[in-house]
């Protein structure tokens, strides 16, 4: 699976995207899904939540692991998927649709401009996948 091209990406595997209204539409990407293997749960901040670039909002917890979501964007959450919460395996399964995460109204738009392209998001990870 290659990563949507309209979207940014942080190096915390997270995407960023960025929505009509001026909110930004946020999820995990493919690489930590693969891994988790079957969600069961899914923990997030609830609307109104001050968040911070790299810092903590969630988790995401699979028969094997649990993993740790930070934020893309430093902001306010406006809307959390209640589908992600509900039925969690769409987060590993469908993580560039229905197994979206949570829309962010950003504190500075233009820092959405500091994440990776999708192309630089995929080099990104073959480096991060060759160990280097």
């Known amino acids: 699976m290659h990563p949507p091209p309209d979207r940014r ?3 915390s595997h997270a995407w960023a995207m960025p929505e009509g209204s001026g909110d ?3 999820g995990l990407t493919h690489v930590p899904g693969a ?5 069961v749960s899914v923990e997030l901040p609830p609307p109104r939540t001050e968040v911070s670039a ?8 699979s028969t094997t692991t649990v ?3 930070l934020s893309p964007l430093s902001g306010v959450v406006v809307a959390v998927n209640p589908g992600a919460e509900s039925a969690p395996r769409k987060v590993a399964e469908d ?8 829309s962010i109204r950003p504190a500075v738009h ?3 401009d500091g994440l990776l392209t999708a192309e630089e998001y995929a080099g990104f990870v073959d480096l991060e ?4």
Do not use: C, K
Not at 54 to 61: D, K, Q, T
Not at 129 to 132: D, E, F, H, P, T
């Open 95 to 102: 993580p560039y649709g229905e197994g979206w995460l949570l």
């Open 110 to 112: 233009e820092e959405i």
């Open 67 to 69: 993993f740790e979501l």
């Open 24 to 26: 930004v539409r946020s």
């Open 129 to 132: 996948r060759a160990g280097n």
């Open 35 to 39: 891994f988790l293997g079957d969600v």
């Open 54 to 61: 790299g810092e903590p909002i969630g988790l995401i917890e």
């Open 9 to 11: 990406y942080s190096r």
